[in-house]
Nanobody, 126 residues
């Protein structure tokens, strides 16, 4: 099973920036980081996990409306690393952020992703 580990979370003031990273390992067989659809998702207690942004093997991207313009998702296949650059953060961005990998259709639907990291917490102070 693919292992994903997020980092970069922490506390940021509203309007500030943060960069999240996710390193993937333990690929086996025909699967590879470069071939996967990767995504960032977030969740707050009592609410469902929601998509933030996803990026395909061809680097095509899809953003949730809440993160469009302010966030940028990117990937470095040489480092097996996924990034999320968060700019102009808002209090509503506070959540546990998860990265995920999938081998099906690259969409914002969480069910398309089979491998998940443990998450990194982001807090935003106003």
């Amino acid at each position: 099973q693919v292992q994903l580990v997020e980092s970069g979370g922490g506390s940021v003031q509203a309007g500030g920036s943060l960069r999240l990273s996710c390193v993937a390992s333990s690929y086996a067989g025909y699967n590879s980081f470069s071939g996967d659809c990767l995504g960032w998702f977030r969740q707050v207690p009592g609410k469902e996990r929601e998509a933030v942004a996803v990026i395909g093997y061809d680097r095509s991207t899809t953003y949730a409306s809440s993160s469009k313009v302010r966030f940028t998702i990117s990937r470095d296949n040489a480092k097996n690393t996924l990034y999320l650059h968060m700019n102009r953060t808002q209090p509503d961005d506070a959540a546990m952020y998860y990265c995920a990998a999938g081998r099906q259709q690259c969409t914002l639907w969480t069910a398309m992703y089979t491998d998940w990291g443990p998450g990194t917490q982001v807090t935003v102070s106003s």
